[in-house]
Structures are given as C-alpha cells and as structure tokens.
C-alpha cells in the first residue's frame, strides 16, 4: 500500500458506517467481543460466501457440513485438546499482568515468532520446565526479568449440560471447527459417493479463552473459522499440500488484496505442532504498530494423526463411563491401528488397499479476513480540495452493490428511483437514499465501499435515461433504464 492505513482510522470508519461495533457497548463493553453492524454483517457474509463459492462451489472434490458446537468429551480428549490446548504464561511480579511467554520480547528488542496457539503444552506438567525470562521485558509496565516461572494456561470454555446431577457432564465450547469434520469422516463417506482426495469444508463458531486479545478483531476469544480438511493418500500429501498453498494464497488476491501486502512464512522445525508435518502461513502486512506482517492463514499437512487419535478414542469409549466423565483417568493406549478394522480408515478401490488418509489443512479466519480486506480496501485522497474516504471493495465482498438515488424529491423523481430500486433489489444487494446533496450521499456510499450509484435526474423524465456513477473513478454514464440491470450485471460479474 502507497501510506500505511491506521488501525484506528479503520475502527472509526466501522463504527461511524456501522460495520463493527463493541458488544455490550452501553454497560461498557465487553472485552475482545464484537458485533457486526447492518453493513459489517453483509461483508461477513459476502467474504464467507465468496470462501465457499471457491472451495466448494466450483469444485468436484469438496463438499460442505456444519458441525455442533457442542460436542462428546471425548473427542476433545482423543485429539488432544483436553491434554495439551494450552498457552504458557507467566505474571509480572511489578504490575501482576499476565502475558503469553511467546508474546515476549527480549530487552534488545528480539525474541521469537508467536505463534498463533501452543498445542504441545503438557497440562498435567505443570511445572512446564524451567525457562530464562531474566531478558524479558512486561509490555504492560516495562519491567524486565520481573517474571513468575511460565505456567500452562487452558484455552478452552468449560461449560455444563443436563439438569440433573446423575445425568450433568462438563463440555467444552469447540476451540475449532476441525474435529467436527473428522469425527463425521465415516459418515460422509458411508452418505456420500467421494472417493478420496476429497475434502469437507466448515464454517462456524469457535471459542479459546486468550491469554491475549489483539487489535480489534484480529484475535478475539469468539471468532468463526473456515477450514478444510482434504483427504489424500499418504504419498501424495506433498502435491497437495503444494496445490492448496498455491490455491488460498490466489484467493485472496483474487478478491483484491494487494499481492505486496501478502507473504507465505514457513514454520520452522521447532515450531511446527506435533501433529505437523509441514505449515506455511499466509501472512497479511496490518496496520499495528509500524506495519507487522501477521498470520492470515495457516495451511498444514497434518498427516494421519486425527483419524488415528479418534479411532483410539472410540476404543477407550468405556474408560470414559467408568470413569465418570473424567477425562483426566482415561489413557489413550498408543497400540497400532488395525488398518483393516479401524472404522476411520479408508479402503482405496483401485489399490486395493486400505490406508488412513493424510490430511491437508487450510484454516483460515473469517472476522480476520474481513479486516484486511478493510484495511486493503481503505484508501484517502484529495477531491476538489476535500478528502474523499472510501473502500475499494471487490465488488464480491461490497456489502452494497448498488445504491439508487432521485436527484430531488419532487417532479416523480422518488417514484422512479423507488420503482429501480425495487426491481434492482431483488438481484443485488441494493440502497434508496433521497436525503442530503447527491454529492453528501455520493461520499457515504464511497465510505461505504459500494460499487455504482444510479441517479435519477431532469434528463430521466426525458429520455429514461439514468447517470451510473463508479465509485474508484468517479466515472458518470448514462445507461437506458431498460438495459439498467443488464450493465449493472456485467460490471459488478454477477
């Protein structure tokens, strides 16, 4: 980008046009939680829309499914989340805040790459082995090496279900959407005629307790994900890991995120999951601080250790019973899968052979996607000695397609506009607005990212003719009301 955009520039648009506002906001608001406004909520959509357009929609090898928050404990055991989803903190002994080990920085200024979570954290270990925070400094008061020792800090929502005590069991707000895909893999295989590769495609809720938020809706304890898991014969993991890569990098691009403003950044050895064998995020330049590169999305090669965790977890299903529901009793025996009988593997057709699949993994979040679309699509500039603010949304992703205007309301100036928008309204995502100077609604339509404006003018009751306006270059035509939708369609790809 020419300027580097101002993350509060950004919250201020979103408040003042009613993208994004603070939840909770008239009892003071309730820390990193959002809610998305009249305009906010139609980009939302529209991005997910667009997501699933691309890895759905316009392929044969992936189908779709919307899993329940909520699910059996065990398999949030099984994957082990229940075990090891964790973040190491430690407290500052001066000012008694809590932060994140990886989050921080060496007092000359470096440190390491944080990483998004830490799934390797042993719960039980609570101790977490000794670590040199001497160098460290608070980012809340600046005190250096003031640190307790790190300590494992549990990201999942706990909550209860059931009335009565014999019949109550604690369960966990999903962390991702997953798991969902693969405790269903059996079932969309036995309804379904995929034959792997193949993937399923989400996109809901999940819910971690950070340790800390960040940046308006970058990071937050609510967000929603759209992930795939894509199935592949263990061999072939390598090309697909390569073909999906290559395929959610060009999405955004595609969509209009600036290429200079996206990087791949692959995951060192040290700090790849366990389940890992290979992860490259897809990182975006936002506006925090000076311009920080940051994760966007994340693509993994997580081999075959899904399927395998759930099939040892069905086998342990009873230890769950006896134990009461505790999941801290239960122990996953690490014995050999029977490839033969396990319920999760696959059995290929043309091989004759039975196998559990390698999984490719794009993951991607959908409230930080919308906000470097937001922060790529904001833009300044000098109009007849005013500042014009607008978003240069793809027209995909513009919440507002098209807004109809009457120049004045007298001479059935209102009647025609309204008679346009009512037909245009039912293809595109449509606004009337008679209220103000053309030029005052022109600017909060640019503020609002929308693509073209229709005013009906003197010249329409003449010829029937209405001016077009577009909102990147201001450009005016004029175009037949008859052929209106037609030349509408054709600009806006739809």
Same mark, same amino acid.
């Given at each position: ?41 139609? $980009? ?11 890895? +759905? ?33 430690? !407290? ?28 390797? +954290? ?22 250096? #090496? ?33 798991? #969902? ?11 379904? %005629? ?16 950070? &340790? ?8 937050? *304890? ?25 395929? *959610? ?12 403003? /996206? ?18 995020? +897809? ?11 940051? =994760? /966007?999305?994340?693509?993994?090669? %997580? ?11 069905? *086998?342990? $299903?009873?230890?769950?019973? =006896? ?10 025996? !690490? ?35 919308? $906000?470097?679309?937001? +922060? ?15 978003? *240069? ?10 807004? &109809? ?9 209102? !009647? ?26 022109? %600017?909060?339509?640019?503020?609002? #990212? ?5 005013? &009906?003018?003197?010249?329409? $009751? !003449? ?13 005016? &035509? ?17």
């Amino acid at each position: 980008m020419a300027k580097l955009t101002k993350l509060d520039d950004i919250v201020s648009l979103c408040k003042r046009r009613g993208f994004i506002f603070q939840s909770s906001e008239i009892y003071g608001g309730l820390a990193s939680c959002y809610d998305y406004g009249p305009l906010g909520v139609e $980009l939302k959509r529209n991005v997910k829309a667009a997501w699933w357009k691309s890895v +759905v929609q316009m392929r044969d090898d992936v189908v779709g499914l919307d899993c329940s928050i909520l699910m059996h404990p065990m398999v949030w055991k099984a994957s082990g989340h229940a075990d090891h989803f964790a973040d190491l903190i430690a !407290e500052c002994k001066k000012c008694n805040v809590r932060t994140r080990v990886d989050h921080l920085k060496d007092k000359d200024g470096g440190g390491t790459h944080p990483e998004e979570h830490t799934e390797h +954290v042993d719960i039980a270990a609570a101790a977490a082995g000794a670590k040199d925070l001497s160098n460290k400094v608070c980012p809340n008061c600046g005190a250096t #090496g003031q640190f307790t020792q790190p300590m494992p800090f549990k990201l999942m929502f706990e909550t209860r279900m059931g009335a009565n005590v014999e019949d109550s069991m604690t369960l966990y707000l999903r962390p991702e959407t997953a798991q #969902g895909i693969f405790a269903n893999f059996a079932n969309v295989l036995d309804s379904t %005629r995929v034959k792997i590769p193949f993937g399923i495609a989400q996109i809901g809720k999940s819910f971690r307790n950070e &340790v800390t938020t960040k940046a308006f809706i970058f990071r937050t *304890r609510e967000f929603e994900q759209a992930e795939i898991e894509f199935f592949c014969k263990p061999g072939t993991d390598d090309e697909w890991f390569a073909h999906w890569r290559q395929q *959610r990098f060009k999405w955004y691009t595609d969509l209009g995120i600036k290429p200079e403003n /996206l990087r791949f950044r692959e995951h060192d050895p040290d700090e790849l999951a366990h389940y890992a064998k290979a992860c490259v995020d +897809v990182e975006y330049r936002f506006p925090f601080g000076s311009g920080d590169w940051q =994760e /966007l999305e994340g693509v993994a090669n %997580r081999t075959d250790y899904d399927l395998r965790q759930h099939q040892r977890g069905m *086998r342990t $299903l009873n230890q769950w019973y =006896e134990s009461g529901g505790d999941l801290t009793k239960i122990d996953l025996k !690490e014995e050999a899968v029977d490839y033969q009988k396990g319920p999760l593997s696959y059995f290929d057709e043309q091989d004759k052979a039975r196998y559990i699949p390698y999984v490719i993994e794009p993951s991607a979040g959908m409230d930080r996607s919308a $906000l470097a679309f937001l +922060v790529d699509a904001y833009d300044e500039e000098e109009v007849r000695g005013e500042t014009r603010n607008l978003l *240069r949304f793809h027209p995909a992703l513009a919440p507002i397609k098209v807004a &109809v205007f009457p120049l004045v309301r007298k001479d059935d100036m209102p !009647e025609i506009a309204r008679n346009i928008y009512d037909d245009l309204k039912g293809r595109f995502s449509t606004f009337y607005d008679e209220k103000a100077a053309v030029g005052r609604r022109y %600017r909060r339509q640019d503020e609002a #990212g929308t693509p073209f404006c229709v005013t &009906v003018d003197g010249q329409t $009751l !003449e010829d029937h003719t209405v001016t077009v306006r577009q909102r990147d270059s201001m450009e005016q &035509v004029r175009v037949s009301t008859g052929q209106l939708r037609a030349y509408l369609s054709e600009k806006l790809d739809m």
